[in-house]
């Protein structure tokens, strides 16, 4: 399968770096239907994935000064790579955020369908939102929402750094995403060409408080940090904006035969991994390379020589 990645970012970096050979990580900034269009007929993908978007620097909270630049680069831009896709009879897998529900659903578990409304109030999150409710009428388009991407690489946007390295905490429980099980996901979406709205998100949910206690037994023992009620992000100026906390219901990858591991499992292997990595990292080892440049060992087989 030959996949044109849009968005040379976090994402869409991790997806080419897994889907290798089958991958093309587009350079092209998307500012029309012809940058797109363009683009996917010099390179006629078999499908076409967006990982690109806005989510502000250093965080989301950027957005909510920035309303113009984030609505283009996250509503304007995909309905442009969709036209485009359109045209040139190719489908798109376009990366949505499950960060546009906030608190519980009027469902009986509380957790959110794909195909209910978002309610948000934040920019980014409508940005998000707009984009989906536009999207989601078109056929041969798929809409693949992540939540708080927990990955074995260190990274500035994985949950494990982000949340390691905060002094103070809130103690919320979320549905999110293993980065190793979204990016196999996202893979077959694209194999099967599936249409429609997925959560893509590890059956059960987790509590930050779950995460930093695998943290410190199995990769910095030292760790401290404070815990802090939700409503004090705001009040303490730790944030602009409340965040979105959720439980998303993933019933749509199941029809088309795609499922996830429960997080339980996958939270402390990825851990785990992250643990290796960490060590290979302090060794002076890149993600993934050979230690001592003698190819002594790679992730998860070991300590560095
Ligand atoms: N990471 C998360 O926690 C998370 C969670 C839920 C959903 N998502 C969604 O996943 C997608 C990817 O996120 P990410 O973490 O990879 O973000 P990222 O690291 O900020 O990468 C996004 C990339 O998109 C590029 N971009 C922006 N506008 C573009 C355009 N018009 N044409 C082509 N490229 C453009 C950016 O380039 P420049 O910086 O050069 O503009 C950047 O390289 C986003 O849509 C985001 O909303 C992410």
Not at 97 to 103: A, E, H, K, N, V
Request: aromatic fraction near 8%; hydrophobic fraction near 35%.
């Amino acid at each position: 399968m030959k996949i044109l990645i849009f968005g040379k970012g976090y994402m869409g970096e991790r997806c080419a770096r897994v889907w290798a050979d089958e991958a093309i990580l587009s350079e092209v900034h998307i500012k029309s239907v012809e940058d797109a269009l363009e683009e996917i007929q010099r390179h006629q993908p078999d499908a076409v994935f967006n990982a690109a978007g806005v989510k502000g620097k250093p965080n989301v909270d950027w957005c909510e000064d920035h309303p113009f630049e984030t609505i283009q680069g996250n509503t304007l831009m995909p309905l442009l790579l969709a036209y485009a896709c359109q045209q040139a009879g190719v489908y798109l897998l376009h990366m949505g955020s499950g960060c546009i529900f906030y608190g519980d659903s009027h469902h009986e578990d509380k957790a959110w369908r794909e195909d209910d409304f978002g309610n948000p109030t934040p920019v980014y999150s409508r940005s998000k939102w707009a984009a989906d409710l536009a999207l989601s009428t078109l056929p041969n388009v798929g809409i693949a929402r992540i939540r708080m991407p927990i990955d074995w690489m260190p990274a500035p946007g994985n949950l494990i750094d982000k949340l390691a390295a905060f002094p103070k905490v809130i103690d919320v429980e979320n549905s999110v995403t293993i980065v190793d099980d979204m990016v196999d996901v996202f893979y077959q979406l694209l194999q099967k060409q599936a249409p429609g709205i997925f959560h893509v998100t590890n059956p059960g949910t987790m509590r930050h408080r779950d995460l930093i206690e695998l943290y410190e037994e199995l990769v910095d023992p030292t760790h401290t940090n404070e815990w802090i009620p939700n409503e004090e992000l705001v009040a303490k100026g730790l944030a602009t904006k409340g965040r979105s906390n959720n439980k998303l219901s993933s019933e749509n990858l199941a029809k088309f035969g795609i499922s996830m591991r429960p997080i339980e499992e996958a939270l402390r292997e990825t851990l785990e991994k992250y643990a290796a990595a960490k060590k290979e990292e302090e060794h002076g080892c890149g993600n993934g390379d050979n230690c001592c440049g003698g190819g002594c060992c790679e992730i998860g087989e070991g300590e560095c020589c």
